[in-house]
């Protein structure tokens, strides 16, 4: 008979913000799967759990999980836990689990803390919201990225991550789709330095010091507008909103229609007028 494998939830920051059944399935699993044995070692240490641990993460999980698929039908039970949140969040494990439910292998998830949720909740807002996830770090698909941040964050709240190395420049690139739009900054979620940032996006920028902020991954949500006007910039005169469009195309590989949206965001203007725009002076 297979065994179970589980998809345990674990804390974001501080290590009292974990559930009973977590702490009872961690300790009586035979295996934990874990992103970074490391990290996952100090939540074991602090409750005194001596399950054994082995590494699945984004560089080894097609390798390991048939092994640990092999280990379920052999009748053993794995749990498994990313660094810290809910496993598959912008974390390794979507493969092992995929593998599993192919396999009948019985599922059970352990919910627990999540930096999605409890960012929208420490920022006041409720309702549909867009997650993101991570930017990518370069090239077409960051360009497409941004520009989906522009689009999307024009009908619903969008949450993202990003990592403290990369925060600067990505939000001076989101700028340039979102205006001057307010942007909320949480870092050390659940920690003792927890911090929440709530700005219009250019006054962020403007403090930027150019040093790093501290480790950990950071949660950034762009409030839904509460009018297509509200914190829009002046609207600029024809000839330099088709000479931001020829920049945005051009330089920055978006397509017509993308930045044609990225700008009514900006200006709250309509995307078609700004369109229609491009097309009479490119003809």
Do not use: C
Not at 7 to 27: F, K
Not at 112 to 124: E, F, I, M, Y
Not at 174 to 201: C, F, Q, Y
Request: overall charge neutral; glycine content about 8%.
């Amino acid at each position: 008979m297979a065994g179970t494998l589980y998809i345990v939830g674990t804390p974001i920051g501080n290590l009292e913000d974990v559930t009973m059944r977590a702490l009872r399935v961690l300790r009586e699993v035979d295996l934990i799967a874990a992103e970074d044995t490391r990290r996952t070692a100090r939540l074991l240490q602090h409750y005194s759990i001596a399950t054994a641990t082995t590494s699945l993460h984004e560089h080894n999980e097609h390798g390991k999980a048939p092994h640990l698929i092999a280990r379920l039908q052999a009748g053993a039970s794995i749990a498994l836990v990313s660094d810290a949140g809910m496993p598959l969040v912008s974390d390794p494990g979507s493969l092992l689990v995929r593998a599993a439910r192919e396999a009948g292998i019985p599922i059970q998830v352990v919910p627990g803390p999540s930096a999605v949720t409890a960012a929208l909740a420490a920022a006041g807002i409720s309702g549909p919201f867009a997650f993101l996830g991570f930017p990518p770090a370069a090239g077409k698909e960051r360009k497409a990225w941004i520009a989906k941040l522009g689009q999307t964050a024009s009908n619903m709240p969008v949450v993202f991550f990003e990592a403290p190395h990369r925060e600067q420049r990505t939000v001076r690139e989101a700028a340039l789709v979102l205006g001057n739009r307010p942007i909320i900054v949480s870092r050390e979620l659940t920690k003792i330095h927890e911090n929440l940032v709530d700005r219009p996006i250019q006054e962020l920028v403007d403090s930027f010091d150019g040093t790093d902020a501290e480790r950990g991954e950071h949660v950034l949500i762009v409030p839904k507008l509460e009018s297509p006007r509200q914190d829009a910039l002046p609207r600029p005169s024809d000839e330099a909103l088709v000479a931001e469009i020829g920049q945005m195309t051009e330089k920055e590989g978006l397509g017509v229609k993308a930045a044609s949206k990225a700008l009514a965001a900006k200006y709250g203007i309509g995307a078609s007028e700004i369109y229609a725009l491009h097309a009479r002076h490119n003809k």
